[in-house]
């Protein structure tokens, strides 16, 4: 059984996965940073607010020392049942960074990369023969 599980770790495939879990989290650092640190500042000042994860409505009791408090991280820790839009849009805008980013580099590599030919079709042998058949007949041929 070690054997084999050797032997599926070092397929190329395996490889390759795990090269691409490891760059894609170090890419999702640099996105979340992206968002988080650039965008999201800029797009809560056009809308009123610094902070975009701040926007949330409590939906439930909150205890009394924290009563008039908009720190989300505090409230969700205490264990305030909230609806966090703001969390909830800036992992959106997350997503859609990251998405576009993806189909840009699959519209590069795919342009940079040759297409591999089609394989001829090949023909059924019953067709390739009633071809030679009919072409025999034609000639006027017979066995």
Avoid: H, W
């Avoid at 997350?94 to 795919?110: D, K, P, Q, T």
């Avoid at 030919?117 to 034609?138: H, K, N, S």
């Amino acid at each position: 059984m070690l054997n084999e599980f050797k032997a599926f770790i070092m397929r190329g495939n395996v490889l390759d996965l795990a090269v691409a879990v490891i760059i894609g989290a170090a890419f999702g650092k640099i996105v979340t940073s992206l968002t988080e640190d650039v965008l999201m500042p800029v797009i809560g000042r056009i809308f009123g607010g610094l902070d975009f994860s701040s926007y949330f409505l409590v939906l439930g009791d909150v205890p009394a020392n924290l009563q008039g408090s908009s720190d989300y991280a505090a409230l969700k820790k205490a264990g305030v049942p909230l609806l966090g839009y703001g969390e909830f849009i800036t992992q959106a805008v997350n997503f859609v960074i990251v998405a576009f980013i993806i189909f840009l580099l699959l519209r590069v590599v795919s342009r940079i990369l040759p297409k591999p030919d089609a394989p001829a079709a090949v023909e059924p042998a019953d067709i390739t023969l009633l071809r030679e058949i009919r072409d025999e007949i034609r000639s006027g041929k017979t066995a």
